[in-house]
């Protein structure tokens, strides 16, 4: 019996102020490694300024079967846009 | 949803080039080739950093010692992301890894030649490098998102390989009389290896079928090697190598290289397990595999330690 | 500058910039044997590092000479007797344990060393020492994880680990000797009381072993050399590896 140890999902936040987006996957045994092993394969070419590592297990996601209900509602939302609404000619700039 | 149904679906995606992602059903057959073929790409990224390794010691200055010791560690990377995505679709690292050393799962059978001189780091670069390029752009647009996601990441990171590996060549070209013999040798003894990278020819290649209807594979063999000769050729000449193919002329009807035969027997041999390099590939894998077992086993005792004090 | 200092300068430099240049070459050898893929990934880091140190460090060492050699003429055509590495950098990479301690008790002395260092009068060594100070930090942090992992691992990491830090520990006072150059040095204010690094080494290195559960080693005998030249047979070795191609075609350029 071996083990690769644990799977993490990487999230890197490219500046300070911008987004986390997630990067891809580390294999890790504990907090410590995984944080550094993904500062390591992901932020080799100065990509980084903040990292979050999760265990992939922790992650709880939506079901494919579930995209139509789940998202479809919102489809014909369109009064959540600003482009729907008319603005009185020569008003200016909201 | 039925099941039927689902597969319809899947279907669908495919024809719509949406890209499928893990846990949308798909057909059994889909997910095994696919798993089939990323790992065996993430065999080869990992096999491939020895024969490069082989030189890192002996780089013949400090600006390419680290060149080549980050282009290796970047191979690293690539294997792990593609190990990552091959993951999504339900095996483990372990029997990944397990596969490899039972001989279950392959690897490309370009690593299996032997570096034998400086410029052979060049020709790996240059040749082996270019043509893993042409191939993992096309990849990009196939049909399984964590694969395209991955080569993506590898395309742009492996940017910088072929150049440093380009660069290598054409120094070595302009310098002295032994430098330019060592480079030729190299073109010599890779050319053909490289072409065989691609694959059989069309007509040959017996899991065509099902990954082009899927989407996974997008551009044929021969296609591809047919890029590749093109893009390289040129380059060859530019710093004086000659192409080892004395059949080798262009076409001007297909405005592409017309190239002689490959010896496919010697690919034949070669994925057998008689290449010069087979053994010692995969003992080394398995060696340090074992070596680090010990390091692995620490590191998930002490996980358990730590998550009983807490 | 006076010729005495400038002598005392450069063979500072060289130090700093063997020590560098060994370590990356030692830490290269890991490519492709790392117990997991992403150590190997974070090996080759430590050892681009260091090699990159190395670059800059013999580049302002190779100014010092009368006729200025290059940092490569400096890494790849000087023989055993003219590198001044400790004697812990050059010894080989052992297993996993045996490399961790090593890197521990350099980057502790490295990540000490370099603080005082960007405090110098020279203020060439103070810019290099800025950059080098965040590196062997992470070199430190990386190297003190694995201590305490191992340490508190299973028995066989344990005792791996235990046997590494007491072998190794007879190579350590070597780096604070204070050799006529160090010296000279520090009475301007260019390199530091290396007594004054020792107590904080000794401190940082106590606090992981106490984390890792291990017990500073007994004393034993301590090797010295370095600072006039004198190796292990190691060096000879490492050098013949490196050099290779540059003395086999002394007349290429790469």
Known sequence: ?94 | MKLAELETNFERKIQAEEKIEPRDTMPEAYRLHLIRQISQHAHSEVIGMQPEGNWVSRAPSLRAKQILLAKIQDEGGHGLYLYSAAETLGISRDEMIRQLHEGKAKYSNIFNYPTLTWADIGAIGWLVDGAAIVNQVALQRTSFGPYSRAMFRICKEESFHQRQGYEIMATMMKGTAEQKEMAQDAMNRWWWPSLMMFGPHDGDSPHSGDAFKWKIKRKSNDELRQKFIDKTVQQAYVIGLAIPDPLLKWNEEKQGYDHGPIDWSEFKRVISGNGPCNRQRMEHHKHWHEEGRWVREAAEAYKTRISTLN | MNMELKEALQKFLLRLGDNALIQGQRLCEWCSRAPMLEEDIALSNLALDHIGRAQVLLDYAGQTYGAAKSADELAFRRSERQYYNFLMAEMPIGNFAYTIAKQLYLSAYEELLYEVLSQSTDTNLSAISLKAIKEARYHFSHAADWCVRLGLGTPESHDKLADAINELWAYTDEFFEMSDCDLLLLQHGIAPDQEVIKKHWLDKIGKVFMRAGFTMPSEVYQHHGSRQGIHTEHLGHLLCEMQFLQRAHPEASW
């Open chain 1, 1 to 94: 019996m071996d083990t690769q140890l644990d799977l993490w999902e990487v999230f890197v936040q490219g500046k300070s102020g911008g987004q986390f987006m997630h990067a891809g996957s580390v294999h890790a045994s504990d907090k410590e490694m995984a944080l550094k092993y993904a500062r390591d394969l992901y932020t080799r070419r100065n990509e980084g300024s903040a990292i979050w590592v999760v265990l992939s297990n922790n992650i709880v996601s939506s079901a494919p079967e579930d995209a139509e209900m789940f998202f479809d509602p919102a489809n014909d939302k369109i009064y959540r846009h600003p482009t729907f609404y008319t603005m009185p000619e020569g008003a200016l700039q909201i």
